[in-house]
């Protein structure tokens, strides 16, 4: 079993829209400016509405002051700004795939709760730019689909691992020979996303037993909370945490229940934004 066996199976209509690399190519280029990014993003009315929604949602706390892209871009930074449209895209590309033997709903807020989780994290610990790892988080499982699709019975071996209480990316590894994150990696870089998305998505488990940055740190513990959240049973979070990546980055455990907190209490909005199914 390899990757590619998944990734080669994602349907030639599921890719991210043009505006994705019209806007990358802007990233890329010093002489562009507010306006050229503006200028691409309103050509694509859905991406526009959403963009502006969560520019004025409970994550920037800006609720009705940003009324139009060049303003949002002018308050929350170019490079945010891209990176949350590449969540918008990416989200929307996605929401194209259907298996009746997943559940989408469920799916989808745990991957928004993550990626919450991975944004209030990265502030309690001094991250200012949380966008890059709001998408890290909402994209780590994209492979689950993936593989759900094109590998029904596979994924399905994997989910009766994780219930028998094995964690979930133990079970992959153990079933693939890699996790469903490996298959988002690999996705996402075919994709060209920038490498500070992608590059948390590969090495978060091994956070632990690596020597790695901050933002591996990050998706690490909001991968493990969002496991003990919607499973608290089998999985306490006390109990599949490493209290080593915890003091690293300064979180205490009053700190992780109000990032737990926060993300509960935003997942909805988010999703329905985002539209989520």
């Known amino acids: 079993m ?3 066996d998944f990734t080669d199976a994602v349907p030639e209509s599921l890719s991210l829209p043009r505006t994705s690399f019209e806007l990358e190519k802007l990233i890329d280029d010093p002489s562009s400016d507010i306006n050229d990014f503006s200028d691409v993003i ?22 009705g002051e940003i009324g139009t892209v060049s303003r949002a871009i002018q308050v929350i930074g170019v490079r945010p700004v891209y990176e949350m449209t590449l969540s918008t895209l990416a989200s929307s ?12 709903d469920l799916f989808w807020k745990k991957s928004v709760f993550c990626a919450l989780c991975a944004k209030y994290i990265a502030e309690a610990t001094g991250v200012k730019d949380f966008e890059r790892l709001f998408v890290s988080g909402l994209m780590k499982d994209l492979g689950e689909l993936l593989v759900y699709i094109s590998s029904p019975g596979v994924a399905l071996l994997c989910n009766e691992s994780t219930e028998a209480g094995e964690l979930p990316w133990v079970a992959q590894e153990k079933i693939m020979g890699f996790t469903y994150a490996d298959i988002t990696h690999s996705l996402l870089k075919e994709w060209s996303l920038p490498y500070q998305i992608t590059m948390p ?3 978060f488990s091994q956070a632990p037993n690596l020597d790695i940055n901050h933002d591996v740190k990050v998706l690490y513990l909001a991968s493990r ?13 006390s109990e599949i945490l490493d209290e080593t990546v915890f003091s690293q980055i300064g979180l205490s455990a009053d700190d992780i229940q109000d990032v737990t907190t926060l993300a509960s209490e935003q ?6 934004i985002l539209g989520g199914k």
């Not at 309103?42 to 609720?63: E, G, M, V, W």
């Not at 959240?229 to 999985?235: D, H, Y």
């Not at 997942?267 to 329905?272: E, G, L, R």
């Open 225 to 237: 909370i969002t496991v003990s959240e919607f499973n608290k049973s089998k999985f306490p979070f």
């Open 201 to 203: 998505i590969k090495h």
């Open 2 to 4: 390899q990757i590619t």
């Open 93 to 104: 590309a996605f929401n194209q795939l259907e298996s009746e033997d997943i559940n989408i």
């Open 42 to 63: 309103c050509l694509d009315a859905p991406l526009t509405s959403k963009l502006l929604r969560l520019a004025n949602s409970t994550l920037y706390k800006r609720r």
């Open 267 to 272: 997942t909805s909005d988010i999703i329905a």
